[in-house]
């Protein structure tokens, strides 16, 4: 069945029920100097390009790749549309490898006609913090499809990561593969619920009318907690050992550090938005919430082009109820214009979702390991980790 997946170290379906097996590496590392020296084989026509990010007219050839080839909904009716400076800000945290962003080319017009990235992460399993890579952004044109292009991609991010000396990697999807570590499923909350319904992204409930509606999603104007406030780069040494104590009770998390903290929740325009909450009495920041922006595009609709949707990041409470904290930012959200908020059912979001009125969606989300066990399939809530 998974003629590819079968030959790598990931978890195998077969093995699911196997207790004796151990956690931890499923191949050892080997000495850099045995990690295969030249590129994969592609297909005659098509030949490797590492992608410079920092580039105006590189970022636009992958953007438009993306946008164009990239994820959409079960029903084709939504494509995710990462913006250009979404992929330049997810592709460059501190210690970024350019090799590991990597194209593929038609040879005879330089067309980009398929994309893998990878960056390094630490990530903490259980007690094991291991250098990873993050692999995303994994796309072939839509042309190009099911001629096993994707397996040597991945055959060739894997060796770049490789000659790093890095031999575990995290990644997402929406399919299932062998085998997932944990399966989370999204769930919405409605923003703009007219223009919602409008692109078909959700329906008017039964016995509900258009003005009931626009009732039951309606929010303040402000954020309610006193001392929420926009992030600033002073509050970075906080806000990460806030994260980092939160981190600690889940099985798989990031190790973030202050640089981490800077460079992924610092507030960038259009890109990440984070708030924390400032005590008015002593000044200490005791809560933080953050969320991206992945706008989607709407496929074949006359009149709406985008969907401007915001997800959940990471988010910590110690004073602010969680619910509240994440009130505030359906309020802020709401006011900077973006039509849904998403969320995962990951850490502690159980908790705020259905109080919060999100409803269930349609997608799920399934998190792998390349090259590290678990020996049991992990609950949604004892997952730490938000890839973009
Ligand atoms: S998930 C988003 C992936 N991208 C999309 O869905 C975009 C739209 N689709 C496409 O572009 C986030 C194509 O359909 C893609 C597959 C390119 C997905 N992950 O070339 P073939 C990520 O980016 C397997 C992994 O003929 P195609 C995470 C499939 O099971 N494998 O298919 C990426 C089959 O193998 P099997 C996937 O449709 C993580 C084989 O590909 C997959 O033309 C990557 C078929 O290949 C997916 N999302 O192209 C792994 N989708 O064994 C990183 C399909 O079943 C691993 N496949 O026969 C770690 C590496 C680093 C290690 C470091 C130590
Ligand atoms: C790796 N970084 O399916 C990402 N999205 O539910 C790659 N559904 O938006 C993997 N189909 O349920 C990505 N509306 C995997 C996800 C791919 C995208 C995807 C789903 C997630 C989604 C929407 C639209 C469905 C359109 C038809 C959906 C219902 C919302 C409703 C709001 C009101 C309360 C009930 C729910």
Redesign the pocket.
Known sequence: ??????TQPVGQFKDLNDTSMPEGPIEPPTAISEVKQEPYNLPNLYEWVTCDMNSEDTCAEVYNLLSN????DDENMFRFNYSKEFLRWALHPPGYYKTWHIGVCVKSSKKLV?F?T?IPARIRVRSDVVSM?E??????HKK????????VM?KE??RR??LEN????A?????V?PTPITSCQYWHRSLNPKKLIDVGFSRLGPRMTMSRTLKLYKLPDLPVTPGFRKMELRDVPAVTRLLRAYLMQFVVAPDLDELDVEHWVLPKEGVVDSYVVESPENHTITDFCSFYTLPSSILGHPTHSILKAAYSYYNVSTKTPLVQLMNDALIVAKQKGFDVFNALDVMHNESFLKELKYGPGDGKLHY?L??YRIKNILRPSELGLVLL
């Open positions: 069945r998974h003629k590819f997946w079968e080839n990239y994820v959409e398929a893998i990878g890579a692999v995303n952004f994994l796309c072939v190009l499809r099911s001629k096993r292009l994707a397996p991945i991010v894997t990561v490789h890095i031999w575990q990697a990644y997402t999807a929406g399919v593969l792998y390349y090259n």
